[in-house]
């Protein structure tokens, strides 16, 4: 391998989530790109893509993928985002089930999930395992993210 690797998110609200990545998870954009059906059919994509960029603070990128022939789908798609089921339980599910994000302190994220859209799946919020905090949330369209910070000695728990 050349460079960290990249995770690509397919997406109904590209300006929502790019918004929360970048706001509340320092992500930086990098890259807009439009990718004609010339390219994303064969590459087995679907067709005609906007995609975005964001470099991770510690590395890697976060490539947010939204189909541009579905722009007029998004009504129906959020209307039965409410029905879709739960990210949890994560072990039960096959293939990439989430993505984790190291932080110095977790706290400050999980206090600002709320309000950016994210919805917590960890019960506690916090959980202190293995002299880590570890919590799992879902953003703002159901996608699972691990935060994990090395505190766990610590007893600030929420």
């Known amino acids: 391998m050349t460079q960290p690797f990249e995770v690509g998110v397919v997406v109904r609200d590209l300006e929502v989530l790019e918004r929360f990545y970048r706001e509340v998870l320092g992500c930086v954009p990098v890259h807009h790109s ?3 059906h010339a390219i994303g059919g064969p590459a087995g994509l679907g067709g005609p893509l906007l ?3 964001l470099q991770v603070p510690s590395g890697g990128r976060i490539k947010l993928i939204r189909l541009r022939a579905d722009a007029d789908a998004d009504a129906d ?3 039965g985002a409410a029905a879709r089921p739960s990210a ?3 072990a039960a599910r096959r293939g ?3 993505v984790t994000f190291h932080f110095d302190d977790i706290v400050p ?3 600002a999930l709320p309000a950016a859209g994210a919805r917590p799946l960890s019960s506690p ?3 202190v395992a293995r002299d880590r905090r570890i919590s799992f ?3 703002p369209e159901g996608n699972v993210l691990e935060l994990v910070d090395r505190r766990g000695g610590d007893q600030e728990t929420r």
């Open 125 to 127: 919020i916090v959980v």
């Open 137 to 139: 949330w879902a953003d």
């Open 77 to 79: 798609a959020d209307a």
């Open 51 to 53: 995609v975005v960029w």
């Open 88 to 90: 949890v339980p994560l």
């Open 34 to 36: 439009h990718i004609p």
């Open 96 to 98: 990439l089930s989430y």
């Open 109 to 111: 994220v999980v206090a």
